[in-house]
């Protein structure tokens, strides 16, 4: 028997949005689509709560739609992927202003839930201050736990990638918790440095102007 899907009966643009993305755990399934296309395993793995068959249910809901489409894996014809549409992409700035909103709300006692470092990055990138850009072209690379993060800033422009710099003009490392606590601003960057929980190389002005970038001063 089909599920009942949510539908608040108005004739607004918010209630339209929250019949595609209102059920519980759909915004998180997307979570994951914008760090990357992923298996339905992959999905599984990194949304243990949801369950398989409400996965598959609000899945089936964003291709059904044109949110998310399939595709075939490269390198095996035979297994499928999950990936985000242009209408998909577009919910990008939405939920990474909603994430980074979220982050004010993280307490101590949530540290005992799942971490990963590709969910903090995700809340960084909408952390941007625009009159905060520098006006030099910089590499920050971010080594968190096994997963490096690339922020470069040129020509006054700020892009994000995955993967390692050639050169980078600031590195840091740390682990997840500890980048999510220094975003949600449990502790401060200096704190989080002085404590030794990160780890950084690269000219004090780089620095300076990262956590200026960012808004954690």
């Known amino acids: 028997m089909a599920s009942v899907k949510r539908d608040y009966g108005q004739f607004c643009g918010l209630a339209a949005a929250l ?31 949801a369950g398989p068959n409400l996965l598959s249910d609000r899945l089936r809901t964003l291709v059904e739609h044109g949110v998310v ?5 490269e390198g095996d014809g035979r297994a499928r992927q999950y990936h985000l549409t242009d209408l998909g992409e ?18 101590e ?10 969910w903090g990055f ?17 590499v920050y690379e971010f080594q968190v736990g096994d997963e490096p993060f690339v ?30 606590r220094v975003g949600a601003r449990m502790v401060s960057p200096f704190e989080a440095i002085a404590t030794g929980d990160v780890r950084i190389k690269g000219k004090a002005e780089s620095v300076r ?5 960012l808004g954690l001063n």
């Open 209 to 213: 102007r990262c956590i200026l970038l």
């Open 69 to 73: 489409e399939q595709s075939s894996v």
């Open 151 to 180: 922020i470069e800033v040129k020509g006054g422009a700020v892009a994000f990638g995955r993967g390692h710099a050639e050169r980078p003009d600031l590195t840091v490392e740390c682990d997840a918790d500890t980048f999510v």
């Open 19 to 49: 019949n595609v993305i209102g059920e519980r755990w759909t915004l998180l399934v997307l979570r994951e689509l914008l760090i990357g296309p992923a298996r339905f395993t992959e999905l599984a793995g990194n949304l243990p709560g």
């Open 122 to 138: 995700l809340a960084v990138q909408s952390m941007v201050v625009e009159s905060a850009i520098p006006a030099v072209d910089e």
């Open 109 to 118: 006692e949530d540290r005992s839930g799942a971490v990963r470092a590709e």
């Open 90 to 107: 577009e919910l990008r700035g939405p939920v990474l202003a909603l994430a980074n909103w979220g982050l004010g709300f993280l307490r």
